[in-house]
């Protein structure tokens, strides 16, 4: 007699084999699944933190703007009307406000300044409420020389307010030459080395003459934001928002990287008195130098004459589109992820949404993109308060100037 027969047979095989087949398939497909949802996660987290380095640096500068100086050129929208006339510029003085990194040239700064097809720009000027240098002898057109050294460089194309007599006249100067940590000699530009506004015939009348001991230097920062492609070491170029201070070192630009992956910025600007309130915000319509009757909600009009300390509430010089009349700048951001997503690089990631007055448009496929906004007030720019700071004298006193815009 044959004993039990031992082993599978092939039905029994194939069944085993087909069973292990679904349950390993079963099993990749959630590996899978589990490996997107864990790459979508970070992408979110990325895009979320990019968003917020963002509107977090953009924010924190924008609150600054106006800081010290005239409401009139805190926001860089071209040669504005303003008119004081103890800063006034010498005839034949270049440009107001320096060009771009992205070149903006031409008349009209304004729609240079904003797109409907690409990434706006956004340029205001503070003063730097942590410096200030009393001098040594009295300024000259070529030359200021402190009292006391730098501890920190001043580069090529820095502004610097002269200011004598407790803010009650005052000069921009640029410097011409970095001035290194220990020196006290700092070289000025003239007015064909550099853009922004030169006032050295200035420093030669009124207290910058006889009282110059009564004179302090104090530093205007320039804060100028745009996109564009940056190599950060990675081996390929990102959009970034970068940071243009208007400072040169050894012949080369200093420029600052603040957040990668952002592919847009379009900003917006809001005059509560005015009647439009709120400009390059409409799908289409360019920012452009005119008045709002002309332009519709796309009107900055650089030529009304601007608010002054002594106009009321109500007055007409604070119902213009004039940029000392901009209360608010509404920030738009377009951020997409740091890595490229197979998933996506057909015709899925491959559009810009929409921010502000730019419409929708084709962007790279293989990412997933995220619109933030954010409204920031620039309460500097109110010229019912006085919009020069009070200051010390006595730099070992309190090392700051103080006070509001």
């Known amino acids: 007699m044959r004993g039990p027969v031992r082993g599978f047979s092939l039905t029994e095989l194939l069944v085993a084999m087909v069973a292990s087949a679904v349950i390993a398939a079963g ?14 996660s ?5 895009l979320q933190e990019t968003a917020r380095t963002a509107l977090g640096e953009l924010g924190m500068s924008l609150r600054r703007a106006g800081y010290g100086v005239e409401p009139w050129l805190a926001l860089d929208f071209g040669p504005a009307n303003g008119a004081f006339a103890n800063q006034s510029y010498p005839s034949g003085a270049p440009s107001a406000f320096p060009p771009s990194a992205s070149a903006c040239t031409g008349a009209d700064a304004v729609s240079c300044r904003d797109s409907v097809t690409g990434p706006d720009e956004l340029v205001f000027y503070a003063r730097d409420p942590a410096f200030s240098r009393a001098l040594a002898a009295a300024p000259t ?6 009292a006391t050294p730098l501890v920190n460089p001043l580069y090529q194309g820095q502004v610097l307010q002269v200011m004598c007599g407790g803010a009650s006249r005052w000069a921009y100067v640029t410097v011409g030459a970095k001035a290194g940590p220990g020196d006290t000699a700092v070289a000025l530009g003239t007015a064909s080395s550099g853009p922004f506004p030169y006032q050295q015939d200035q420093l030669a009348s009124g207290c910058f003459g006889a009282g110059w001991r009564d004179v302090l230097v104090l530093k205007v920062e320039r804060f100028h934001y745009y996109v564009a492609r940056y190599s950060d070491g990675s081996g390929a170029d990102r959009p970034y928002l970068l940071l243009d201070r208007g400072l040169w070192d050894g012949g080369a630009p200093l420029v600052e990287p603040v957040a990668p992956d952002v592919e847009d910025l379009q900003v917006s600007y809001l005059f509560p008195g005015s009647a439009v309130q709120r400009v390059g915000y409409a799908p289409g319509h360019r920012l452009v130098n005119a008045t709002a009757a002309a ?27 004039h940029p000392a009349n901009v209360r608010a700048v509404r920030i738009s951001l377009v951020v997409r992820t740091a890595t490229w997503d197979p998933q996506l690089a057909g015709a899925g990631g491959a559009t810009l949404p929409a921010a502000a007055n730019r419409p929708a448009s084709g962007a790279d496929g ?4 995220l619109l933030v906004e954010t409204t ?4 500097n ?11 010390s004298t006595n730099a070992g006193a309190d090392g700051l100037n103080v006070g509001g815009g």
């Open 376 to 379: 920031e007030g620039v309460r």
């Open 27 to 40: 099993a990749l497909g959630l590996v899978v699944a589990q490996q997107r949802a864990f790459t979508a």
């Open 366 to 369: 293989g990412y997933r993109r």
């Open 42 to 46: 970070a992408g979110d987290r990325g």
């Open 141 to 146: 057109s070529t030359r200021l020389t402190l």
């Open 295 to 321: 332009s519709p909600d796309a009107a900055v009009d650089l030529s009304a004459a601007p608010p002054t300390y002594a106009d009321l509430s109500n007055a007409p010089s604070r119902a213009t589109n």
């Open 381 to 391: 720019l109110d010229s019912r308060g006085p919009f020069y700071p009070s200051y």
